[in-house]
């Protein structure tokens, strides 16, 4: 199955159970100051579930466009090195606003998945909530359990603590117990390997997570109490890419027709193979996937920038740009074009992508040439530092004083140096980078809700040291 015919499988099957079918929202929030990039499909609709207004019809569903580079859901690190987490993915999802609830939401996950899509309902689990014995004393979801034991049988139904199945929208406001869909897709071998264990949230390549089903049934007050809700509501949401990947037969979302297109392409560009060499294969799918963040921002009118959301999206492609720069040996610019690729395979599904096909070619070009030109300035001044220098050793401050004025990044210069026998002090530019981040701190907050309040001025130092610059991690740099 196609991944256009997976995505319209999926909404067509709720417009038959009565949902109105909806294109996804922008996922840059223009009028939000809360959230800078939609997170989930929620978040287009959380004024509905906090009573400030009404949908037009209470079953809704969609294909969200969705950003996880900050706060809470950060995914960034995991981008590449993994292949099931992206920065930009599409969360499929039925909406249920005061209408029906988990009797309809479990029965109709089960329906689309094993009879729709027919997966083996043998690779499949779920997890229930467990309940906590906290200040809430909330007990087992009984009613989402033994509504899925119709289903499938009770070993494959797992019960799960208040992180990955009690879901809240922040301090106050709705909030209720989840349900997880999880596919396990390794093969006999691998399983035997660990004696049948089920690995289910323990970072597993072959074991994710699909689909989420929350139950909002409560309402968690000021003073820190839950009221049932009067009106209970259903939110889902499913990963599309990791979908394609299990109804496409593949290990990876990277191996499914969403990605291999762009991957062709960068192979073609860039004149590697991917499945030849880990970290080449690791640069080519975060250049895949950044690509496709920052083509759909551009497209939403979020243009790449010095502050707020526009600086995010200028660091996600400058990270694009190291990675190919590094370990793709590309010294021009490339990346915009990939984007002919991605809009000829997203159009017809998003069309601003190809309405603003040309904008967003150009943006990228331009960004890409500035971008390249500061890392040539940035390596002659390394060469400077190198030949100063009286030892083999380079000094943590003037690494981090490349890093911090000139955008050189960290993980090049490392490059750059063992390549010439020498090494940097780590541990003397982790102080300096430390001293930013304090001074960064004092002015904004960590979100670790889905909603925190950033203050305006804060966003840009939150974002460019707590985020998409932690990605400073010579550790892992070694690793690759
Ligand atoms: P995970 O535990 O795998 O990080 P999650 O619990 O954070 O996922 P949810 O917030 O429940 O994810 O989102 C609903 C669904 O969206 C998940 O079940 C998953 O299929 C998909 N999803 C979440 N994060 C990503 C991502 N970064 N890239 C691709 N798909 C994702
Ligand atoms: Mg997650
Ligand atoms: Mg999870
Ligand atoms: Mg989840």
Not at 67 to 82: A, F, I, P, W
Not at 139 to 163: C, H, M, P
Not at 256 to 283: H, L, M, W
Not at 356 to 370: A, D, Y
Request: aromatic share 10%; with cysteine.
């Amino acid at each position: 199955m196609k991944s256009q015919d997976i995505r319209s499988t999926f909404l067509n099957f709720f417009k038959e159970k009565s949902h109105l079918v909806l294109p996804s929202a922008p996922m840059v929030t223009k009028d939000d100051p809360t959230l800078m990039f939609v997170n989930s499909g929620m978040a287009p609709f959380k004024e509905y579930f906090l009573g400030n207004g009404t949908p037009k019809k209470s079953r809704i569903t969609d294909s969200q466009k969705c950003l996880r580079v900050s706060g809470k859901h950060n995914d960034l690190e995991e981008v590449g090195y993994d292949t099931y987490h992206h920065t930009l993915f599409e969360m499929l999802g039925n909406w249920s606003f005061g209408d029906y609830f988990k009797k309809e939401a479990i029965a109709w996950a089960w329906e689309l998945l094993t009879v729709v899509y027919k997966i083996d309902k043998d690779i499949l689990y779920v997890t229930v909530f467990e309940g906590s014995n906290d200040e809430d004393n909330l007990s087992l979801d009984t009613e989402a359990y033994d509504l899925w034991k119709q289903f499938i049988s009770e070993d494959r139904i797992l019960k799960g603590n208040k992180k990955d199945n009690f879901w809240e929208m922040g301090e106050q406001g709705p909030c209720g117990p989840c349900s997880e869909i999880h596919v396990d897709i390794r093969s006999a071998e691998e399983k035997a390997k660990v004696d049948g264990k089920t690995l289910i949230n323990e970072d597993h390549p072959q074991v994710v997570e699909i689909w989420n089903l929350v139950f909002m049934q409560y309402n968690r007050k000021a003073d820190g109490s839950l009221e049932n809700l009067p009106n209970k509501h259903i939110d889902t949401g499913m990963g599309f890419e990791r979908l394609c990947m299990v109804l496409q037969g593949v290990q990876s979302n990277y191996d499914t027709d969403v990605f291999t297109p762009i991957i062709r392409e960068i192979e073609a560009v860039t004149n590697t193979k991917y499945g030849s060499n880990e970290k080449q294969d690791i640069a080519t799918r975060v250049i895949s996937d950044h690509v496709r963040a920052v083509a759909f921002s551009i497209a939403d009118g979020q243009l790449p920038s010095n502050t707020g959301a526009g600086y995010v999206i200028r660091r996600i492609l400058r990270r694009a740009l190291r990675y190919g720069f590094t370990f793709l040996d590309k010294k021009e610019p490339f990346l915009f074009r990939l984007v002919d690729v991605l809009s000829k395979k997203m159009g017809s599904a998003f069309p601003e992508l190809k309405a603003q096909k040309q904008l967003i070619e150009n943006v990228i070009k331009e960004e890409e040439t500035s971008f390249l030109r500061t890392l040539d300035q940035g390596l002659i001044l390394l060469d400077g530092i190198i030949s100063a220098s009286k030892s083999k050793e380079i000094s943590g401050e003037k690494v981090f004083e490349l890093y911090d004025t000139f955008g050189f990044p960290i993980d090049l210069t490392a490059l750059i140096l063992s390549e010439k026998g020498y090494t940097l002090d780590e541990k003397g530019f982790q102080e300096e980078l430390q001293k930013q981040k304090n001074r960064s701190r004092a002015a904004s907050e960590m979100s670790t809700e889905d909603w925190t309040i950033l203050k305006d001025d804060a966003i840009e130092e939150f974002v460019g040291y707590d985020t998409l610059t932690s990605n400073v991690n010579l550790t892992r740099y070694r690793k690759v």
